[in-house]
């Protein structure tokens, strides 16, 4: 069985491969992303979609993607709802605490600690909370995908009853935590790889993968620095 492997495509776009072939999108952010490739904004085919929150920079393209591809979408309840108004039929709502078994994998939504939202009809209208993911591929690797989110103690808890042992954090600050906070994010989950994201998009996204590297430099854990459009084994 092949491994899992993921696609970073700029700020906190990722595509992934599991084990199986199944493909999955998070957050997907094309049109308009600089940090993205022109030659990584034609997805294909999609299997499933996972959106943390309401934002355009995570949203921008998801009802386009999921029109073009059928996908099934997992999103926050209230962000399913936004979504099945745009015409999107396969979408499934989620609140943290929530598992859902497709595909092979196991999907668990846990909290972020960050704000949600998207334009609507009427402007800016609430997208329900933000969320982060844990993902259980079919060979066991157990993946978390933390959204936008500062750092919380609660991620004691997601250690213990999910023992991921990747963790895809935000690291730029000022919208998410920075270097600082996503070292104590590695400590508290316990993981041993940590791919950042969400850092250099804007001049405002300051943190950078080398600051994190200093700061968990004593604490055995590996930060993955990937290219947007390089494809990884997780």
């Not at 929150?53 to 309840?77: E, I, K, Y």
């Not at 055995?220 to 997780?234: C, F, M, Q, T």
Request: aromatic share 6%.
């Amino acid at each position: 069985m092949a491994k899992p492997s993921y696609t970073w495509l700029g700020h906190a776009t990722f595509t992934f491969r599991s084990p199986s072939g199944k493909r999955l999108i998070l957050d997907p952010w094309l049109a308009g992303n600089p940090s993205c490739p022109d030659s990584a904004q034609q997805i294909g085919p999609l299997d499933l979609m996972l959106l943390t929150h309401g934002h355009s920079d995570h949203t921008s393209d998801a009802v386009a993607l999921a029109r073009s591809t059928g996908c099934r979408v997992v999103a926050p309840f209230e962000l399913s709802v936004w979504m099945q108004r745009k015409g999107i039929q396969q979408v499934t709502g989620m609140n943290p605490g929530g598992t859902l078994k497709a595909l092979g994998l196991e999907i668990t939504m846990v909290p972020a600690v960050h704000s949600s939202s998207g334009i609507g009809d009427a402007g800016s209208e609430y997208m329900g909370i933000a969320t982060g993911y844990v993902v259980r591929f079919e060979d066991g690797t157990t993946l978390y995908c933390a959204g936008d989110t500062s750092v919380f103690g609660d991620m004691r808890l997601i250690a213990e009853l999910y023992r991921p042992t990747v963790a895809i954090l935000p690291i730029g600050d000022l919208f998410t935590m920075g270097p600082r906070e996503a070292a104590k994010a590695c400590e508290l989950l316990n993981v041993t790889r940590v791919i950042p994201m969400h850092y250099g998009t804007f001049p405002v996204l300051t943190g950078t993968p080398e600051e994190l590297q200093r700061l968990v430099g004593t604490m055995g854990v590996e930060v993955v620095v990937s290219k947007p459009g390089e494809a990884r084994d997780l």
